[in-house]
């Protein structure tokens, strides 16, 4: 295949792409992903678990500059993105105990199918349900969770983190890139502690919303499926990073709360 049906593979991909996602965005596309079964399926944990992502390079930096150890809370667990960076780096093995917690059985069922490693815990329930030191910490890490949180119960997130500490040097790193989401829980933490910081770092990351659509249009569109098909097999890639470079990347600015 030469460079030219190479551009017009892609052209045409993110025309497809773009005209879909012209068309779900004109109705609520939060309900539209949801009523089409987006979460129901592997795809999507497969998906997040394999494409490019460093926001989660952060964490690795800061396990291994601060030499934590011990027991993990892996809060909003997902598709497992955690624990993969940390079998990228060999630092699964310097925890005891990962526990890890999603409100969602999709996520929580395709994180045990994916790892098997004898210090890992899965559990499928909301972190709002851990109280009087049920499944307490060394280090508590919650990445991109806290927008899903309705604003009435962010307090109680604080102090269900605070209540799970196993000691005083136990630390939570609360990460977001919502803004929205991050003065409120900026605005919370200040009523409940003083002791806390906030440092800021910078990221690419995928586009949520049109890598979703992506692969609702990759599942129900035959020349969309080909195409990407194609072009993973071309860039000898997966179709999941195929699909994330055609929705495309943002630079975002992440805060990390610590305390």
Avoid: W
């Amino acid at each position: 295949m030469n460079d030219n049906s190479i551009i017009y593979l892609l052209k045409r991909s993110k025309q497809l792409l773009d005209d879909y996602y012209k068309e779900i965005h004109n109705s609520n596309i939060h309900s539209y992903l949801m009523s089409n079964g987006i979460f129901e399926n592997d795809f999507l944990p497969k998906a997040l678990l394999n494409i490019s992502d460093e926001s989660y390079r952060y964490y690795i930096d800061y396990i291994i500059n601060h030499n934590t150890l011990g027991v993990l809370l892996n809060v909003f667990s997902g598709s497992g993105r955690l624990i993969k960076e940390l079998k990228a780096f060999d630092l699964l093995s310097s925890f005891s105990i990962i526990n890890n917690i999603d409100i969602s059985k999709n996520m929580i069922s395709f994180e045990k199918k994916s790892f098997c490693d004898k210090n890992l815990n899965f559990y499928c329930n909301d972190i709002l349900n851990f109280e009087n030191n049920t499944i307490t910490f060394d280090i508590a890490i919650c990445h991109c969770g806290i927008r899903y949180i309705t604003k009435e119960k962010l307090s109680k997130l604080i102090h269900v983190l605070l209540s799970q500490k196993r000691s005083n040097s136990s630390r939570c790193l609360v990460t977001e890139s919502n803004l929205t989401a991050v003065k409120l829980f900026y605005k919370d933490l200040n009523s409940i502690t003083s002791s806390y910081t906030i440092e800021k770092h910078i990221a690419p990351v995928h586009r949520n919303t049109r890598l979703y659509a992506s692969i609702l249009l990759y599942k129900n569109s035959e020349e969309f499926k080909s195409i990407i098909d194609s072009l993973s097999s071309l860039y000898f890639s997966n179709s999941y990073s195929v699909l994330a470079d055609i929705s495309g990347y943002k630079t975002v600015e992440f805060f990390t709360f610590i305390f």
